[in-house]
Structure formats: C-alpha cells, structure tokens
C-alpha cells in the first residue's frame, strides 16, 4: 500500500540530477530521446507496468551508450519500479541498488528515495528488520536534504512497518505527524495517502478492541481522501480507500456496499497491476460471497487468489534475495580486498602451474570412476522412475475416484437441503393471510370485480423474514405487515416465531387493542429468545379495521402506514422502537385514523426502499418510493403491483437484491 509514496518521491533524484548536466557531451538528440522516454516512464507508471519496463531498458540502453550518469539512475529506478509492479521483486533490488551505489559515489545527495524503495521491497518479501533499517535511513536522509515528499515517504513506510508488527498505536502516532507535515508543506498526494493510512489504522484498532464506534473515525478519514483525490484526480492512491469501505461495509452487514466496493478495488489493482493488493481483494470479495452464501462465486474467486499468492510467494525470489543482499552490501569489502588479490596473483599463478600437471592426471582418473558410477545410477533410477509412475498413476485414479464420490455426495446434500428449505416454504406461505381471508375483508363489493387490495411479495431467497399476518375477531379485522429478523433461513424462522405469538394474542388470549397485541408479542419474545441479550424480533405495522365505522386504530414499530387522499400523500406517526428487545422498551402507542371512501393506505417494510440500484448503485429510498406510490394510487391495485415490479426491476438492474420486499395497499370503499 505504501511503495506508492516512494515512487512519487523519486522525482525529487530527477530534480537534484538535472542540475548535474552530464549529459552535455551527448548530441542533442539523444538528451532529447533520454527526456522522452523518461516522460514515457512516468506515463505509464500507473497504466502498464510493461510499458513501463519497454521504455526504463530503452532508457537505460541509450543512457549507457552515450554515458549520461543522470540519465543511468533514473532509468535504474525506474526498472524498479516496473519490476515492483510485476512482483518481480529480486530483480527490482538489483536495480535499485544500482541506483544507490551511483547516487552514494557520484553525488553524495537524492538517495534517500532509493532507501525507500529499498526498504519498500524488503517489507514485501518479509525481511522486517532490514525494510525498517532502510526507512530510517530514508528518514534521516531526506530531512538533511529537505525533501519533504521523500520524508513523507519515509514516515508512511514506517507506519506500514509498525502495521506488520502489530503495532497500531505506534501506526496511529507517527501519521499523525505525517498528516501535519503533508498539510503544512501543501503536499496533497501524501495528505490523500496518510489519510488512506489513518483509515486502514483505526479500522484495525475497531477490530483489536472490539469498538465498533471506531467506524466513523474510519468513515471520515476515508470520506475526506476521497474528497482530496476526486479534487486532484489522483488515481495512486483510490483503490486502497475502495478496498477499506468494501471491509467495513461487511463489517457492518452491508454486503450490497461492500460489494460494489471490493469490484473497484479488484479493478483498480488489476489496472495498475499492482500483485499485492489484487490478492487482498480477491480474498475479502471470496470471504463476502461466503458471508452471502454464493459458495460457488467464493471458491472460483479464492482459486484465482491462490494462483496469484503463489506467484507472488514465489520461491526463486524468496532464494535469491540473500544472495543479492549479500553481493551488493558486501561491494565495499571487495573493492578494499582487491589490491591485495592483484599483488598475490602473481605468485598464486606460478604454483598453480607446477600443480596443474598433477590435477590433470587424478582429475581424468576420478572422472572415469565418477562416470562409471554415473551410468549405474542413471539405471537405478530410471528402473524406480517407472515404479514411481506407475505407483502415481494409480494414486491418481483412486484420488478422482474419491473426488468423484464426494462431488455426488455433496450434489445429494445440497438438494436435500434445497428440498427442506423449499417445503419450509410451503409451510411459511400456508400461515400468511390468505387470499380469500383478504378478498372477504378488503374487496369492494361492486360490479367491476376489480381487486380494492393488492399484496406486491418479492422475498430475497426462498423463504423470507417478511410476512403478512390477517384474522378476523369479533367484526374487527386485523392485519400485521412485518419485518422480522434477518431473511434467507433465519428470517423465516423468526417469522414463524412472530405469527405464532400474534395468533396466540387475539385468537387464544383474545386481546383486542393492536398496542396491547405488539406489548404482548414482545414480552413473548424477549422471554422465548433474548435471554443472552439477543435483539431479535420484527417492525411492522399492526392495524385492526372497523369497516362500518371506515376507522382504524393501529400500533407501528418503526415502520410507517402511509394515507393517500385528494392525491395528497401522509405520513402517520409511528413508534420508533422494535418489537422485541432494544433501546427503548416503552409500551407501544394505539393511534387511531378516520379514514374516507377513496383513501388508500400503504404498508410496507424497507425492503423495497433499501435496494441498490440506479445509475450509481446507490438505495432507492423512501421519499421516491412514496412519490411513486402516490403518482399511480389512482390506478387499479392491479396496475399498481405491475408498476412496483417494473420500477424495481429496472431500478435493480443486474444487482442483487438485498432484503424481502412487501407492499400492501388498500383502496377504502
């Protein structure tokens, strides 16, 4: 995440080389050449890591053809930087400390980005100890030169340092410092960084310390890098912020929002082809399809994350790095040992050819034997090699007898499980309202025959959290839309749960009042399931209509029953408390409404309100949801039900949808 801030900082070499105009000797047009494939590099720095890498070796061929020094590093770092992009993290070492070694002989000043990217490349391949060593370095380097980019650098390369280590208030502490100096020195690529840096900091502290309130810290510093980087369009730093929001929007159960967040980050990376965070991505987006309980899409997306770790853990890079960091951090001892060697080769040659006889006698003696004994081991070997194989082949055939197995085996649980869940939902359908109960209660009786209700039902999976509830007692008529608890499985268990106490309400305990019916449902509640603190229970809205008297007395925890009349839409009041246990556990209110030939009532939960769609994947919310039921309440409840269904799926699109939907209205005779 922070190599990023390193490859900005480089541009301060460049300004300090083109002071030293080495390149004065070269003709024109090569100095020329050299500018514009440098110009290139930077191009395609965030676009192509390819193109990057054509133009740094077309760079570095000129730059050593006509010998420009300046023109060496930059096209040295610049390898580095392509070769970073490529997870190819031996050979951007190499180049990087060939930059070093000219900036520390030849200029003695602008290596301290060099540290930086050095240190960057040690963190990635796990060699703590060294990245820190070098972001000291870095750190002290750049305030003695003042380039406070570099130094910027430096500090969110350290804050990366102390994340790996566990170390999150030290992380929080040295960016704060970042934040200021960035905001100071006007410095608005690190101030976007940093931001981006505290963000991914806090969140760690929420999840350490279990401190879900932490989430608006993270919020707003991630809401304020976004603002920075839409200001200055810079495309550097945005993916990382999309990949945070992605996580704490499944932290927080949005998974429509989380969603659309992990698609930018897994697009910005695979962009900028930067290794490390695409296989960041495409292991949360596995773990929230998970979550979701698309398994299919979360093992195909956790195949593509195992290929890439693999290559990105490869063992040729994890080999050589030790070899490379001891070939260039010994070059000084060599080059004070190479006197020395020079004044003994004479000597060393004189024996060597007195020797040279003798060696070649007992060489050609020990190779026969070693030949001989070459020739029996290669048949050995090949006579096990076929033993081997045959033993393999056989495993091989056993293994996919046994894949094959399990795959039935799990073909066979999957759709007894489909089964069961499918006759659930014969049983939760057989105990919402049924149709005849509403006709008889809610149709007018005219000549038209026309419906005067409509029941507009859209679960999310399945079975369904949502439910419509309906008995007639004693003339009154009662009707319950509700929201219980989660959906899929576990919302329909909730559901069963919550019809079962509203019958028992009025039809055994014969309990008239609809506040008094909610009271009851929620003491039943809390008793049954909320021993351990659980908050599980249901909004809705519960009325009880007197159709002589056109009047209705109704009790709403937190949803809200809305009344069209004289095209004029409101919004009647409502508890905003569950039913079930919460914050607030005051008894529930009884409101009562007069109602008039032609008004039409709607009850509905939030289902429809909260769906993700549109043309920037955002809810649909209330306010239109109203707007459109009052713009079609004057058509038939039949017109209207294939309206809702038409603005919905065109508003939905090819997003999932993510809750039950339920609308009722009634039109009053």
Same mark, same amino acid.
């Given at each position: 995440?922070?190599?990023?801030?390193?490859?900005?900082?480089?541009?301060?070499?460049?300004?300090?080389?083109?002071?030293?105009?080495?390149?004065?000797?070269?003709?024109?047009?090569?100095?020329?050449?050299?500018?514009?494939?440098?110009?290139?590099?930077?191009?395609?720095? !965030?676009?192509?890591?390819?193109?990057?890498?054509?133009?740094?070796?077309?760079?570095?061929?000129?730059?050593?053809?006509?010998?420009?020094?300046?023109?060496?590093?930059?096209?040295?770092?610049?390898?580095?930087? $392509?070769?970073?992009?490529?997870?190819?993290?031996?050979?951007?070492?190499?180049?990087?400390?060939?930059?070093?070694?000219?900036?520390?002989?030849?200029?003695?000043?602008?290596?301290?980005?060099?540290?930086?990217?050095?240190?960057?490349?040690?963190?990635?391949?796990?060699?703590?100890?060294?990245?820190?060593?070098?972001?000291?370095?870095?750190?002290?380097?750049?305030?003695?030169?003042?380039?406070?980019?570099?130094?910027?650098?430096?500090?969110?390369?350290?804050?990366?340092?102390?994340?790996?280590?566990?170390?999150?208030?030290?992380?929080?502490?040295?960016?704060?410092?970042? +934040?200021?100096v960035s905001r100071k020195h006007g410095i608005r690529h690190f101030e976007v960084i940093i931001l981006d840096n505290l963000a991914n900091a806090y969140?760690?502290?929420?999840?350490?310390?279990?401190?879900?309130?932490?989430?608006?810290?993270?919020?707003?510093?991630?809401?304020?890098?976004?603002?920075?980087?839409?200001?200055?369009?810079?495309?550097?730093?945005?993916?990382?912020?999309?990949?945070? +929001?992605?996580?704490?929007?499944?932290?927080?159960?949005?998974?429509?929002?989380?969603?659309?967040?992990?698609?930018?980050?897994?697009?910005?990376?695979?962009?900028?082809?930067?290794i490390f965070n695409l296989k960041i991505a495409l292991e949360e987006f596995s773990d929230l399809y998970a979550l979701k309980g698309n398994y299919k899409? $979360? @093992?195909?997306?956790?195949?593509?994350?195992?290929?890439?770790?693999?290559?990105?853990?490869?063992?040729?890079?994890?080999?050589?790095?030790?070899e490379l960091n001891t070939k260039y951090g010994t070059e000084k001892k060599e080059q004070q040992n190479a006197l020395l060697k020079k004044q003994n080769?004479?000597?060393?040659?004189?024996?060597?050819?007195?020797?040279?006889?003798?060696? *070649?006698?007992?060489?050609?003696?020990?190779?026969?034997?070693?030949?001989?004994?070459?020739?029996?081991?290669?048949?050995?070997?090949?006579?096990?090699?076929?033993?081997?194989?045959?033993?393999?082949?056989?495993?091989?055939?056993?293994?996919?007898?046994?894949?094959?197995?399990?795959?039935?085996?799990?073909?066979?649980?999957?759709?007894?499980?489909?089964?069961?869940?499918?006759?659930?939902?014969?049983?939760?359908?057989?105990?919402?309202?049924?149709? !005849?109960?509403?006709?008889?209660?809610?149709?007018?009786?005219?000549?038209?025959?026309?419906?005067?209700?409509?029941? @507009?039902?859209?679960?999310?999976?399945?079975?369904?959290?949502?439910?419509?509830?309906?008995?007639?007692?004693?003339?009154?008529?009662?009707?319950?839309?509700?929201?219980?608890?989660?959906?899929?499985?576990?919302?329909?268990?909730?559901?069963?749960?919550?019809?079962?106490?509203?019958?028992?309400?009025?039809?055994?305990?014969?309990?008239?009042?609809?506040?008094?019916?909610?009271?009851?449902?929620?003491?039943?509640?809390?008793?049954?399931?909320?021993?351990?603190?659980?908050?599980?229970?249901?909004?809705?809205?519960?009325?009880?209509?007197?159709?002589?008297?056109?009047?209705?007395?109704?009790?709403?925890?937190?949803?809200?029953?809305?009344?069209?009349? !004289?095209?004029?839409? *409101?919004?009647?009041?409502?508890?905003?408390?569950?039913?079930?246990?919460?914050?607030?556990?005051?008894?529930?209110?009884?409101?009562?409404?007069?109602?008039?030939?032609?008004?039409?009532?709607?009850?509905?939960?939030?289902?429809?309100?909260?769906?993700?769609?549109?043309?920037?994947?955002?809810?649909?919310?209330?306010?239109?949801?109203?707007?459109?039921?009052?713009?079609?309440?004057?058509?038939?409840?039949?017109?209207?039900? !294939?309206?809702?269904?038409?603005?919905?799926?065109?508003?939905?699109?090819?997003?999932?949808?993510?809750?039950?939907?339920?609308?009722?209205?009634?039109?009053?005779?």
């Open positions: 995440m922070l190599g990023k801030g390193n490859t900005i900082t480089l541009l301060f070499v460049i300004f300090f080389l083109g002071k030293n105009n080495l390149c004065a000797q070269s003709p024109v047009h090569d100095t020329i050449l050299l500018n514009e494939y440098n110009n290139l590099c930077h191009k395609y720095e !965030d676009e192509s890591a390819d193109s990057l890498f054509k133009y740094a070796n077309l760079q570095l061929e000129l730059a050593i053809r006509v010998n420009s020094t300046p023109h060496k590093v930059r096209a040295y770092t610049n390898l580095g930087v $392509a070769n970073s992009r490529l997870f190819k993290f031996n050979d951007a070492l190499v180049n990087y400390l060939k930059a070093r070694k000219i900036l520390e002989t030849t200029y003695n000043a602008g290596v301290s980005p060099i540290y930086g990217q050095i240190g960057y490349i040690y963190l990635r391949l796990y060699r703590k100890e060294e990245a820190y060593k070098y972001f000291k370095l870095q750190q002290q380097a750049s305030l003695s030169e003042k380039n406070y980019k570099s130094y910027l650098g430096s500090i969110v390369n350290l804050a990366d340092y102390f994340n790996t280590q566990g170390q999150v208030d030290s992380t929080i502490a040295i960016l704060d410092i970042g +934040l200021r969140y760690a502290l929420a999840q350490e310390t279990n401190d879900r309130k932490l989430f608006s810290k993270v919020q707003q510093y991630a809401d304020t890098a976004l603002t920075l980087h839409f200001q200055d369009s810079d495309s550097t730093a945005i993916y990382y912020i999309y990949g945070l +929001l992605g996580a704490v929007n499944k932290d927080l159960g949005n998974y429509g929002k989380a969603e659309l967040y992990y698609q930018q980050y897994i697009s910005y990376s695979e962009r900028t082809s930067d899409m $979360a @093992y195909q997306l956790r195949l593509r994350y195992d290929s890439i770790n693999k290559l990105y853990l490869g063992e040729v890079a994890s080999q050589q790095v030790e080769e004479l000597s060393v040659r004189t024996i060597k050819q007195q020797k040279l006889i003798s060696y *070649f006698i007992i060489s050609a003696f020990v190779l026969s034997l070693l030949f001989a004994f070459f020739m029996y081991r290669v048949y050995k070997q090949k006579k096990i090699a076929h033993h081997l194989i045959y033993l393999q082949k056989e495993e091989v055939e056993k293994k996919q007898i046994e894949i094959e197995r399990q795959k039935h085996v799990i073909e066979g649980k999957q759709k007894e499980i489909l089964d069961s869940i499918n006759y659930a939902k014969r049983i939760q359908y057989a105990l919402l309202a049924s149709d !005849d109960l509403l006709k008889g209660n809610l149709e007018l009786a005219d000549s038209t025959g026309r419906s005067e209700f409509m029941v @507009y039902f859209k679960p999310k999976d399945i079975v369904s959290g949502d439910f419509y509830w309906a008995a007639e007692q004693e003339g009154v008529f009662y009707l319950a839309v509700c929201d219980s608890t989660g959906h899929g499985v576990p919302g329909a268990f909730m559901s069963l749960l919550n019809i079962g106490f509203l019958n028992e309400a009025v039809r055994e305990k014969k309990i008239k009042y609809p506040d008094a019916i909610f009271n009851y449902v929620r003491d039943r509640l809390t008793n049954s399931i909320s021993g351990e603190g659980q908050k599980d229970g249901m909004d809705g809205v519960l009325i009880a209509y007197h159709k002589k008297e056109k009047r209705i007395e109704y009790s709403a925890a937190n949803n809200t029953v809305v009344l069209i009349r !004289d095209n004029k839409i *409101f919004e009647l009041e409502k508890d905003r408390m569950p039913v079930g246990k919460g914050e607030n556990e005051k008894p529930f209110q009884s409101f009562e409404q007069q109602l008039m030939s032609g008004d039409v009532l709607y009850l509905y939960t939030d289902g429809y309100a909260d769906q993700f769609g549109g043309p920037k994947g955002k809810k649909f919310k209330y306010k239109p949801l109203n707007a459109l039921l009052l713009e079609n309440s004057h058509k038939s409840m039949d017109s209207q039900k !294939d309206t809702l269904n038409e603005v919905l799926v065109q508003w939905q699109g090819n997003l999932e949808q993510v809750d039950d939907i339920l609308i009722i209205g009634i039109r009053i005779a």
